[in-house]
C-alpha cells in the first residue's frame, strides 16, 4: 500500500472527507458506491465492482433480480438441462 501522506479527521458522525486530489486521480465521483474492506489493522476503500453471484468475476457483470451475475454463468446456466 503506498501512502498518500494525507491526514483526515472523522467527524462526529464517522465520515471523513477524501481529498480532491484523491477523487480526481481513482476517478471517483459524487454519488459512486465505494467499498468498505478491512484487512488487519487496516481499513481500506475502493471503488465498488460488482462481482459475479457464483464465481466472483468481475468481467462483463449484469444486474439481474438485485443479485450481479457475469456472461459466462449465464452462458454454462444455459447449457443446464430444463427438467435439471
Same mark, same amino acid.
Request: net charge positive; glycine share 6%; with cysteine.
Given at each position: *500500500?503506498?501512502?498518500?501522506?494525507? &491526514?483526515?479527521?472523522?467527524? +462526529?458522525?464517522?465520515? %471523513?472527507? #477524501?481529498?480532491?486530489?484523491?477523487? =480526481?486521480?481513482?476517478? *471517483?465521483?459524487?454519488?459512486?458506491? &465505494?467499498?468498505?474492506?478491512? +484487512?488487519?489493522?487496516? %481499513?481500506? #476503500?475502493?471503488?465498488?465492482?460488482? =462481482?459475479?453471484?457464483?464465481?466472483?468475476?468481475?468481467?462483463? &457483470?449484469?444486474?439481474?433480480?438485485?443479485?450481479?451475475?457475469?456472461?459466462?454463468?449465464?452462458?454454462?446456466?444455459?447449457?443446464?438441462?430444463?427438467?435439471?
Amino acid at each position: *500500500m503506498k501512502p498518500a501522506g494525507v &491526514v483526515r479527521k472523522v467527524d +462526529q458522525l464517522g465520515r %471523513i472527507v #477524501l481529498p480532491k486530489s484523491l477523487r =480526481k486521480r481513482y476517478q *471517483m465521483n459524487e454519488g459512486d458506491p &465505494v467499498e468498505i474492506l478491512v +484487512q488487519g489493522d487496516h %481499513i481500506i #476503500l475502493e471503488r465498488y465492482r460488482p =462481482k459475479c453471484v457464483f464465481c466472483g468475476s468481475m468481467e462483463e &457483470v449484469s444486474e439481474f433480480k438485485e443479485r450481479y451475475i457475469c456472461a459466462q454463468c449465464v452462458t454454462e446456466m444455459n447449457l443446464i438441462p430444463k427438467n435439471a
